[in-house]
């Protein structure tokens, strides 16, 4: 039986990280363990609160203004090694957008460069113009393409030997150069897509699923679900962006 | 006028006149072309109007106040330039003005990063600032930056007056700023303590002073309420136009309104609207009465006011009554859900979710709207939700993650062919539908009800 099986998900502030409907992508991870039977236990964190990451299975970052993102990485870096320990004892951490840049060693903004959390070899500097619109890459965690919008004044740069999320099919990816979007280290995921990411690219939403199943089950094994709706919504795009519809 | 404005005046007409001559829509063109050749054209236009200007701004509810303040004019007896269809950017206001023969009044609504345009060509008396709430972050950026652009606006007309929703912290931070170049503000705002409302705060959450968090004595809806910071001296300012005795009923809205010091205005009713509604025309009263239009023509504007133009818009088919109405952003969307959701008949709702340029491409702030409170409606019955639009797949998405199936239609007609789909009874009067439609989705769906549909 499974019904016995829960995993505690932290949302980290969502008060400050909020920009692009983020809260669906803690949805879609409640709803998604929820239909299997597995119970999920969300919880918000805010910025005046100091999580305990030992405690959670799976920790989601969202994106924020710079202004925001700015009191959130100073925030975090009070936590740098914990988040770290969390990471190397297999716990799944997804990052968007402004959080995923979080993840490196830094991000330089023009005269002022931000201290990352270092969990992932890279870099972010502010380029110019914004890159804006929608997306679709393709990636080894799942078999349908991965599709949403992007929106950010970062370009960020994978050290060697780090693992992009994916191949970029139409847009921009991490620095409008290199045709790679996101990076992928262990259990940490890192990507620029919004959209919100997780609803219409169920393969990713189970993949940091089976991560945190793992870290608290020691199994990564998910009951299949009936995708259908989710997978006509990203196929639907998908075409549209590869016939060409849409300028970038 | 000199030589240059009177040529791009005509050029505008001409253009004007050949488009009505072949029936298209001529609420920007003109004004494009009339711009090519006098970019300052507005500036001179202005010059012949004999009191001057208002401009209304804001993320929702422009058209709509804009339409009453208009025809609260002129039931005063003033002649009026008004943007009636909503064309409002430059070209579009410029439009509106190109015929103008010596009227009072212009009074425009402007989108909020084109006031920086306008604003210092028409110099207003006053821009009336509803509310600034997230929208459209691939077009507008943040909404740091939409404040920017109407202080600059502000800063460059040192003659125009703002009056602001007292009640939003967004708002009161623009006036916070225009205030120390010069601006004079007027506030309007609630004077009473409203019960808690059912939403959350979306943003605007921090002081936008000093970066705390701000509490709230009480709350309309997203962020508008009684704020204050608790570190700083940020706060609702004191109000000079203040509504209370504040009735919100599926009948419409019905309000007092009172000066800064107490003393009684006017009674103010409306049979449409929530609570959004009530701030849209506090904003538009409080302008008419700064332009000296009298409580009495204010209140015959409203009780004729049908602009049937897409907003709350009532229709009947065959054995359906079909509500229209424009929900462009998490804000707009969750007042009309709670609109829904005052009324207590069964009922169906479709929305339309497009992603053309004038809406935003990036659509992922439907995951911000909070569709899990009909959740509960639809389990038990009482409501049943059809996706449509560019975007009818993620909006069936959203839908399932709220505990809600819905089918996909293109069409009005299509979306009442999948309700009747499930209801038995053909006999007797069907369940109302709500056609909640961003903004170039309402076309359509006004076009289409417009041809097959008894309007109401």
């Not at chain 1, 402004?98 to 490196?104: P, V």
């Not at chain 1, 959390?117 to 110019?128: K, Q």
């Not at chain 2, 236009?45 to 009453?68: D, E, H, I």
């Not at chain 2, 009473?192 to 605007?204: F, H, K, M, N």
Request: aromatic letters at 6%.
């Amino acid at each position: 039986m499974s019904a016995a099986k829960s995993l505690s998900i932290c949302h980290l502030f969502p008060e400050a990280l909020n920009l692009y409907g983020d809260g669906g992508n803690i949805l879609t991870l409640a709803k998604r363990l929820e239909w299997r039977g597995i119970e999920a236990r969300v919880q918000e964190v805010s910025l005046t609160e100091r999580p305990h990451f030992a405690d959670f299975d799976l920790v989601f970052i969202g994106g924020g203004s710079d202004r925001e993102q700015r009191i959130v990485c100073e925030r975090l870096l009070a936590q740098k090694a914990e988040l770290k320990a969390f990471a190397g004892d297999g716990g799944a951490l997804l990052a968007v957008c402004g959080g995923y840049q979080l993840l490196g060693h830094s991000y330089a903004m023009g005269e002022e460069t931000l201290e990352g959390l270092g969990l992932i070899d890279l870099t972010t500097d502010r380029g110019s113009p914004r890159l804006i619109g929608n997306i679709a890459i393709q990636s080894e965690i799942c078999a349908h393409p991965i599709v949403g919008y992007e929106n950010h004044g970062g370009r960020t740069h994978l050290g060697a030997g780090v693992k992009p999320l994916g191949t970029v099919a139409f847009g921009h990816g991490n620095d409008d150069k290199t045709g790679e979007e996101g990076a992928i280290s262990g259990t940490i995921l890192g990507t620029y897509i919004h959209g919100p990411l997780l609803p219409k690219n169920p393969g990713v939403a189970d993949w940091v699923l089976a991560r945190a199943l793992e870290h608290r089950h020691g199994t990564a094994e998910l009951e299949p679900l009936d995708d259908s709706v989710e997978l006509a919504a990203n196929s639907v795009m998908y075409e549209r962006l590869m016939r060409g519809e849409e300028r970038e | 006028m000199g030589l240059r404005a009177a040529i791009s005046r005509r050029a505008g007409r001409a253009t004007s006149r050949l488009l009505r001559l072949v029936g298209r829509n001529a609420s920007q063109l003109p004004g494009r072309v009339a711009l090519a050749l006098d970019p300052r054209l507005l500036a001179s236009l202005r010059t012949s109007l004999s009191k001057g200007a208002v401009v209304v701004c804001g993320t929702n509810g422009k058209t709509t106040t804009t339409n009453v303040l208009a025809r609260a004019a002129q039931e005063a007896g003033l002649s009026v330039d008004c943007n009636w269809r909503g064309a409002n950017m430059l070209a579009g206001i410029t439009s509106a003005m190109l015929f103008d023969k010596g009227a009072d009044w212009a009074v425009m609504e402007a989108d909020e990063l084109s006031c920086v345009h306008v604003l210092p060509q028409l110099e207003p008396r006053w821009l009336v600032l509803l509310n600034l709430f997230r929208d459209q972050l691939d077009r507008a950026g943040e909404i740091d930056h939409v404040q920017d652009c109407l202080v600059e606006a502000l800063a460059a007309s040192p003659s125009t007056g703002l009056i602001v929703c007292g009640d939003d912290p967004l708002s009161m931070g623009v006036a916070r700023r225009a205030a120390h170049h010069g601006t004079k503000v007027v506030a309007f705002g609630i004077d009473e303590t409203l019960p808690p409302p059912p939403d959350r705060v979306p943003e605007a959450r921090f002081c936008q002073v000093c970066g705390a968090e701000l509490g709230y004595a009480w709350r309309a809806y997203a962020q508008l309420g009684d704020f204050s910071c608790p570190a700083c001296d940020f706060a609702r300012p004191a109000l000079d136009f203040r509504a209370r005795g504040i009735s919100v009923t599926s009948a419409g809205v019905a309000f007092e309104v009172l000066d800064g010091q107490g003393a009684h205005l006017a009674k103010v009713e409306a049979g449409f609207g929530g609570m959004y509604m009530v701030y849209n025309l506090l904003g538009a009263f409080a302008a008419a009465t700064l332009m000296g239009v009298p409580a009495e023509a204010f209140s015959r504007a409203l009780a004729g006011y049908d602009p049937k133009n897409g907003r709350l818009q009532h229709y009947r088919l065959a054995n359906r009554e079909i509500v229209l109405n424009l929900a462009k952003n998490p804000t707009g969307f969750n007042q009309n859900i709670s609109l829904m959701l005052a009324d207590e008949r069964p009922k169906a709702a479709f929305f339309v979710i497009n992603d053309d340029y004038n809406d935003g491409k990036d659509i992922s702030w439907i995951w911000d709207v909070d569709f899990e409170r009909l959740a509960e409606e639809a389990r038990a019955g009482r409501l049943r939700v059809v996706a449509g639009g560019h975007r009818a797949h993620d909006v069936q998405v959203r839908m399932k993650y709220a505990g809600m199936d819905a089918p996909i239609a293109r069409t009005v007609a299509e979306a009442i062919r999948a309700l009747e789909a499930g209801e038995p009874d053909a006999e007797g009067e069907a369940d109302p539908l709500y056609a909640l439609c961003n903004y170039s989705a309402l076309w359509p769906a006004k076009a289409e009800l417009d041809r097959e549909a008894e309007a109401l």
